[in-house]
């Protein structure tokens, strides 16, 4: 084969792909649905439905995240992380307590299990780092998205719709990547961290969520050009969500952070973008005083 031909059978190629039936195409959109009608259910539930919700999530992905990072060592550190989230959790189903209270008592519970974990790695030689950072990755989303939906908005108390929102973003911006990434391919979006993530994926993620959250915002009497916008801004931090689990496994290399969800892999395979955007979003609410809904309810 000439040098030519090689460089040719190598470089990415855009355009329309073939496309081949997967098993994937059942499993995946069946769970999405399951996965999605559990998350809205508990959004809009009564307490305590949203924070056992989160836990549980926050013990699945730790249980992934200590056993990659530990490698065969990691039940202790999970224990311990997963303690420090729900306790830190329990601080938001005390009555008649402020929600500013409530998270700096959380925030506190957080800090000390990330020193015991810590602590506990350290004296086992087991990646002590690693291990601590889980309390932080799984704990802060696990107290934003509580955060979310009980802070109350000026004039309203509508957290619950921005909750929504932020899934339509998430939702629409992993089938966008994973559309348009699967049948335009292209070059490689960072492939020093996933070989798999496309620049078409990171476009399409981007247009489907901007349009996604634009008719939601629509449908909900906000401002529909800020909803594009902000839709779009949040893909992109849902694509880094995703990078930094990519180079989390990559790290340790591991190829799927577990096999609990048919089509989508681990937990943790299914909430990295998640993760992130919660935290994003929360800080954006809670410390900028940003309107997610843009006008809707004012």
Do not use: C
Request: charged share 10%; net charge positive.
């Amino acid at each position: 084969m000439t040098e030519s031909s090689d460089s040719k059978a190598i470089a990415p190629k855009w355009g329309i792909k073939a496309i081949t039936f997967s098993r994937d195409w059942i499993t995946r959109p069946v769970f999405a649905v399951l996965l999605a009608g559990a998350i809205i259910f508990a959004i809009f539930a009564d307490k305590p439905y949203l924070e056992i919700g989160a836990g549980i999530f926050a013990v699945l992905g730790a249980r992934e995240w200590h056993r990659m990072v530990g490698q065969g060592r990691y039940r202790v550190e999970m224990v311990l992380t997963t303690a420090a989230v729900w306790l830190a959790l329990a601080t938001f189903l005390v009555p008649n307590t402020p929600l500013l209270q409530s998270m700096s008592l959380a925030a506190l519970i957080l800090a000390g299990g990330m020193v015991a974990v810590l602590v506990t790695a350290s004296v086992r030689h087991n990646k002590p780092l690693w291990h601590a950072a889980g309390v932080l990755y799984f704990g802060l989303p696990a107290l934003s998205i509580i955060a979310l939906r009980d802070f109350s908005y000026p004039r309203h108390h509508h957290g619950e719709w921005v909750l929504v929102g932020l899934f339509v973003i998430v939702w629409a911006t992993d089938t966008g990547a994973l559309i348009f990434g699967n049948l335009i391919g292209g070059p490689r979006l960072v492939p020093v961290l996933s070989p798999n993530k496309t620049w078409a994926g990171f476009i399409g993620g981007l247009a489907a969520a901007a349009l996604v959250e634009a008719i939601f915002i629509l449908i909900m009497g906000g401002h529909v050009l800020a909803g594009a916008i902000f839709g779009a801004s949040m893909a992109v931090i849902a694509h880094l969500g995703d990078l930094f689990e990519s180079w989390a496994k990559r790290s340790f290399h591991v190829k799927d952070s577990g096999s609990m969800i048919p089509g989508h892999g681990g937990v943790l395979d299914r909430i990295d973008s998640t993760l992130a955007t919660l935290v994003a979003l929360a800080v954006l609410v809670l410390a900028l005083q940003l309107d997610p809904l843009f006008g809707a309810y004012s």
